[in-house]
């Protein structure tokens, strides 16, 4: 029997077991699932490139 399972869906289960062992705050959590959807290339990674990208545009002007 083959399970085959996303990427996203594999770091989404992950950061949810380390959310509820508390070895990750909520912060940190929220970047490893963001990143979990970039790296997998689903659907939604365009939208949280572009938000990243913003982001990280916006603390540049910043400095």
Do not use: D, E, K, Y
């Not at 790296?39 to 400095?63: D, E, F, K, Y």
Request: proline share 2%.
């Amino acid at each position: 029997m083959v399970f085959t399972a996303s990427a996203a869906l594999v770091l989404g289960a992950i950061t949810v077991i380390l959310i509820r062992a508390q070895r990750v705050s909520t912060g940190s959590a929220a970047l490893v699932w963001l990143s979990g959807f970039t790296a997998a290339s689903t659907g939604l990674a365009g939208p949280v490139n572009s938000a990243l990208t913003a982001l990280t545009h916006a603390l540049a002007a910043i400095h």
